[in-house]
C-alpha cells in the first residue's frame, strides 16, 4: 500500500479486520460465569440480553460506584467473559463490576447500530435500577475492549448530554474512528496531504461500512461526537496494534484534549490486539484501572 494512503487505512479501515469471526472472539458462548448475580436487562426479538453483577459481600452497604464493561469481537461475534476479570477485581476493591451481553452479527444479524443501542440500554438499566441494585446513579462508568470499546466510547460521545450518560470512561484498545476527519494539520503539510488523500480513497469506501454499521459511519464515530461533557477517559493501547491501530488513540486523546476532557492515554509499546487480558499487561492494565477510579474518588 502506498504511504499516501497509510494514514486513514491505520485510522478507520483497518477497523474492518474486526469484523471476522475470531475463534478467540467466540469462545466461551454461552457464557458460563459463576460468583455473579444474573440479571435480564432487556428482551428483544425473543432474546432476553442478560448483565452479570459482581458486588462486594455484605448486604447492608452504602450505594457503590460500578463499571459495565462490553466484549469486544467487532460487533460480530465475542463472550461477556472477557471482562470477568476485570469486574471481579472491582468487586473485591469495592466496586460493583459488571459484564454485558449484547446482540451480534453472528447471533442475532444485527448491525453494528443496534449493539450501541443495547449497551446504552444496559447502562440505562444500571442508572434506573440503581437504589434497588446497591449502585450510585452518579457513579457508573462504562468500559470495553475493540468493538466494546467502541460502545463505551459511544455512550460517552453520542449519549454525553443524556440524563444517563457515563460517569466515566474506561477503553481497551477502542475503535474510535470510523469516518474521514476534518481536522486542520496544515502546520504540518506532508501529514496534512496524507490525510486528504488517504480520506478521498476512504470515501469509496463508505456505503460498505455503512452498510455493516446500520448507519453512515460518521454517526457512530466517537471521533465525531466528542463534548466538553464527555466524561473522564482513559484508555489502554497497544502501539503494534493492526486493527484499531496506535495512531487512532493518540488522535482520539487529541481530540478529548482540545475538548478540555480529562484523558489519560495508556501506551504499552509493542503490544497488539487484545494485549490487556495477557498477562503482564492484565495485571499492568488492571492497576492503571484502579489508579484512574482512585483519582476519581470511587476507589479508595
Excluded at 76 to 105: C, N
Aim: proline letters at 7%; glycine letters at 8%.
Amino acid at each position: 500500500m502506498k504511504r499516501n494512503v497509510t494514514l486513514w487505512f491505520l485510522l478507520g479501515y483497518a477497523l474492518l479486520a474486526a469484523f471476522v469471526n475470531r475463534a478467540d472472539a467466540a469462545r466461551n458462548y454461552p457464557p458460563q460465569i459463576e460468583g455473579a448475580t444474573e440479571v435480564v436487562y432487556k428482551s428483544v426479538d425473543d432474546v432476553d440480553l442478560k448483565l452479570w453483577m459482581f458486588a462486594p459481600e455484605g448486604a447492608d452497604r452504602e450505594a457503590l460506584p460500578a463499571m459495565l464493561f462490553f466484549f469486544g469481537g467487532g460487533w460480530t461475534s465475542g463472550s461477556p467473559e472477557q471482562f470477568v476479570h476485570q469486574a471481579k477485581y472491582l468487586s473485591a476493591r469495592g466496586m460493583v463490576g459488571i459484564v454485558v451481553d449484547y446482540r451480534v452479527k453472528s447471533r442475532h444479524g444485527v448491525q453494528a447500530v443496534s449493539c450501541v443501542e443495547d449497551a446504552w440500554d444496559a447502562l440505562r438499566f444500571i442508572k434506573h435500577k440503581a437504589s434497588e441494585l446497591g449502585v450510585d446513579p452518579d457513579r457508573v462508568g462504562v468500559g470495553g475492549g475493540s468493538a466494546g470499546g467502541h460502545l463505551a466510547a459511544c455512550l460517552g460521545t453520542i449519549y454525553a448530554s443524556e440524563p444517563d450518560a457515563p460517569d466515566a470512561l474506561a477503553l481497551f484498545n477502542p475503535a474510535t474512528v470510523l469516518a474521514p476527519i476534518e481536522w486542520d494539520l496544515s502546520a504540518f503539510p506532508r501529514l496534512q496531504s496524507q490525510l486528504d488523500q488517504a480520506n478521498e480513497m476512504i470515501e469509496t469506501r463508505q456505503p460498505e461500512l455503512e452498510q455493516r454499521l446500520g448507519v453512515p459511519p460518521a454517526e457512530l464515530s466517537p471521533f465525531n461526537h466528542v463534548e466538553p461533557n464527555t466524561p473522564p477517559t482513559v484508555i489502554f493501547h497497544g502501539t503494534e496494534d493492526r486493527t484499531t491501530p496506535y495512531l487512532s488513540a493518540v488522535l482520539f486523546e487529541k481530540r478529548l484534549q482540545a475538548a478540555q476532557v480529562e484523558v489519560y492515554l495508556m501506551t504499552y509499546k509493542g503490544a497488539g490486539h487484545g494485549f490487556f487480558n495477557q498477562e503482564p499487561y492484565r495485571s499492568q492494565t488492571t492497576q492503571q484501572l484502579d489508579d484512574f477510579l482512585e483519582s476519581l474518588g470511587w476507589l479508595r
